[in-house]
């Protein structure tokens, strides 16, 4: 896990390139890479194509979790993804949040939501 202050240490690209991860503590080369990791998964989670978002929802529970504050909330993606277009990715996100202890939002597990009934 990372904390607040190792948010700030995500290292850009370039200074990837010029090897700062091997020039900075364990401990805050693992958090650098921890926090790029986690913000290139939510970034994906609402990509256009439908597999990078089946992806991207896959690996949430790995990388988004125990984050720093600022951080993403889990479940709170995974229940906007419900709502996503694709039928795997919303059965991907439901699958995760039971997974993860989570409750599927009322209304999608009723077969009449609010009770009414067309006929």
């Known amino acids: 896990q990372c904390n607040e202050s190792e948010a700030s240490v995500a290292p ?13 503590p364990p401990e805050e080369a693992f958090a650098a890479v921890f ?3 986690r913000a290139a998964v ?3 989670v609402g ?7 089946r ?3 896959a690996a949430l529970p790995h990388f988004a979790a125990g984050g720093p ?3 993403p909330d889990v479940g709170a ?5 419900l709502a996503d277009r694709d039928e795997g990715v919303r059965a991907l996100a439901a699958e995760l949040l039971q997974a993860l202890g989570g409750e599927l939002p009322l209304l999608s597990q009723c077969a ?4 009414v009934k067309a006929f």
């Open 12 to 24: 850009t690209v370039d200074e990837l390139r010029e090897g700062r991860l091997v020039r900075m």
């Open 35 to 37: 926090v790029a990791i």
């Open 42 to 44: 939510v970034e994906h």
């Open 47 to 53: 990509d256009d194509l439908a597999a990078v978002r």
């Open 55 to 57: 992806a991207a929802v």
């Open 69 to 71: 504050a600022d951080g």
């Open 77 to 81: 993606v995974l229940t906007a993804r």
């Open 112 to 115: 009449w939501p609010l009770g």
